[in-house]
């Protein structure tokens, strides 16, 4: 339109021309700049994504996953069609090693050249060492060799310590992974934010996953103990993203495929969701995104952060559980959060925390991730609850400016049972050490 204006006023103007000549001229700058910026754009994302199909390793793992007082699940990642073996035996002992052939998994979510293979070890005994060797195509690689401890009976008091961690970026200072290992956890249950891919896609997805478990820090956390993840919003789909994030299920499945946690949802709901024992302490893992309503929802009591169906598979959970602690985990914070959080979802944190309250469940706290930062601290709104209810933030074990998580120590071996937190910074230096028992997190009559 400019250029029509222009050439008519060339025949009624004297100027016209000259004016006429400064637009072309300014027009064709305009355009030079968006073509170089458009280009330049387009060679970054371009570059990224193939630094990423460079990094990401052909095998990846062992990673231990879900262990109990008798199995372990051994996750690995190889090339399609490989024949992968386990060997394994008491770490005490020289004699009477097993050797078992994994799978791969049926239906890969992601698009690669290669597949998650799994295994699960049974017959192992309580609270004891097992140390293993994974071999591919009869190969042998002291990187795919570990130890692991399983866990203590189911129900019966015992000491452990679990390590707390969530957000975690390829190329950023990953020393804290030697100071975690350094504690000697015997768990490791990791709340988000496991990767920055900020997509649905399980195929790009899992091209991060297997770059970020390349890390040396990283990976030997991976072998050296049992892992648990659930999945925040970057590893999860785009930024703070919510039920209504596209290719959900697929993200679903991929996540699924690629971590050695339980069995998620369950038959009637889908989602990240699961739950498992550790002595007598029981972990509730809960999904705040696939059934999540968005954030700039009304905070009304139509908004919610779980979704019904989930909430009430996490409360009956708790009336039915009788171990001394119960453990809500998520990457969402209860407070820490102005825009991404339960603390924009009133009516969601207020129904679980008068759903606690109201049934006399005693022994919760809260876990959770996302904000880069790491506390512990008890909510304001504990009345609700009829106690204390505690909150351990960890976040940015590898991607922040603290590289903090937490360590968590329950005792439930004593009459009135502990349990101990502790946040660690990536100086080594404990910034926060609080215990309670569990006569303080017990409803008051």
Known sequence: MLFQVLVFGCCYCPFASFFLGVAIVILSHVFTVRCVFSLTIAFAITTSTNAIAQDFPEISGPMVGHSTESSANIWMYAPKDSQLEITFQEESSSNNAATLNFDPVADPAGNLSGVPYTVTLKQLKPLTNYKYQVSVNGKSDAAHGGTFQTAPIAGKGSKFRIAVTSCMKYGQPQKSWELLLGENPNLHVTLGDTHYSDTTDPTIQWKHHLRYRAVPEFSAVLRSIPNYAMWDDHDYGPNNSDGSAAGKENSLVGWNQIWGNPTSGTAETR???????????????????????????????????????????????????????????????????????????????????????????????????DVHRSRVWTHPESD???????????????????????????????????????????????????TWKLSDLTPKK
């Open 271 to 369: 989602g990240a969701f699961f739950k498992f024992t550790w002595g007598d302490v029981e972990f509730f893992m809960v999904d705040g995104r696939y059934h999540r309503s968005p954030d700039n929802a009304p905070d009304d009591d139509k908004k919610r952060m779980l979704g019904d169906a989930q909430f009430a598979w996490l409360v009956d959970g708790l009336k039915n559980s009788k171990a001394k602690f119960k453990v809500i985990a998520s990457g969402s914070t209860l407070a820490d959060s102005k825009n991404d959080g339960w603390r924009i979802y009133t009516f969601a944190r207020h129904r679980l925390f008068d759903a606690i309250g109201e049934n006399n469940i005693s022994g919760v706290l809260y876990m959770s991730g």
């Open 384 to 434: 609700r609850v009829g106690y204390p209810l505690i909150e351990v933030v960890s976040s940015g074990v590898a991607n922040s400016k603290t590289l903090s998580y937490a360590t968590v120590d329950f005792d439930t071996t004593s009459a009135d049972p502990t349990v101990q937190v502790r946040i660690v910074h990536g100086d080594g230096k404990t910034h926060a050490d609080q």
